[in-house]
């Protein structure tokens, strides 16, 4: 094909395309609300949700993986723009997990040295693992399909925003459930399945998000 | 300074080329496809002139699919030279070389006039034939009989908005393919 007939083409062609950015919120919301559905129907909330929400320690399990999911949901959209730049989203990023770690370290050093293992371990980690992956199914697939609209140059980067952004918004509705409080259970266990969707959104950009 | 206006003239064209204005589009490429030609030769010209053509076509299809992800504010250079050069580097990579580009802007790249066709004859016609019936004819009709759309409709019996569609879903369709087709 010439070059001329595919210009001629391409120019019988013009239309208005909606903007990545303005498919993102409804998609997100809708697979945020399947997500939240089958939270409710498999699990349910914890029954003293309203008591543990004022317990700065314990609201930190939601505010933290929202902050998080926000920050790389953000991270993900700027970089769906050839001349994009994630910006601030990084150290943003870095400042929640400080954050994180210094709750962790704090309640290392409250334990007693006998009961840390079991503070850690807890008593409902693979429920923890298995729920906070299968809830970010459905907003990955959102995000994919929203940012395969984009156009980003680093599609393992992006495909990694979106992981952490979606494992962040499904801890954070895991949590709802959760009724385990100390930072040593959730800040290792919401933090290894986060890691691991985010693993899975760099494996899934890398082939999704060429073009 | 002139360079500023031509900048403000390019990005008038595709903001009114989102407006469905397909003259204004046209324009839009005629100015902007020599420069991006002379891009390409400039980076990737020890490949020869035919790639080069067949990478320019890589890179305003990309333009083209893309254009959504322009932010109209915002300045056209940087966001077309990033597609030029990610489709530059990709073509090197498919072509199992590596290259460094250096970031530079538009400036001292000097329009080219086309070069030959790169597979004018056996890809192209391949490559349409794995596109539906109705994409194909549409894709034909616009690019190689030179008819508008009215004619297709007419001819097809589809409605106005449908060969658009169909249109749109072709060229999107033949990016997919060019990207699989040298893997």
Known sequence: MKTEDLIAAMSADASAQPAPGQALLPRLA??????VLAMLVTLGVRPDLGAALTVPVTAAKWVLPLLLAVFAGIGALRLARPDGRPGLVGPGMLAVAAVGVMLLVRAGLTVPPDQFAMAVRGKSLGVCLISIMAFAVPLMIALMLVLRDGASLHPV?????????AGGFSAFIYATHC???????????????ILIVTLAGALLGRRLLRW | MAKLDREEEWAMLLRAADTGDCAAYRRFWDQVSPVLRGIV??????????????????????VHLKRHTWQQDKPLSPWLYAIARHKVVDAFRKRGRSVQLPIEDFAE?????????????????????RLDERSAEVLKGMALAGEDSAAIGRRLKMSDGAVRVALHRALKRLAVLRESEEG
């Open chain 2, 109 to 129: 790249v000097l329009p080219a006039a086309p070069g030959p066709d790169p597979f004018e004859s056996h890809d192209a016609a391949r490559l349409i034939e």
């Open chain 2, 41 to 62: 030769r400039a980076r990737a010209g020890g490949l020869g002139a035919d790639a080069c053509e067949d990478i320019l076509q890589e890179v305003l299809l990309a």
């Open chain 1, 179 to 193: 009724n385990e409080d100390s930072p040593l259970f959730y800040m290792v266990w919401y933090s290894l399945a």
């Open chain 1, 157 to 165: 980067l992006s495909g990694a925003f979106a992981g952490l952004c």
């Open chain 1, 30 to 35: 809708m697979a945020f609300g399947v997500s």
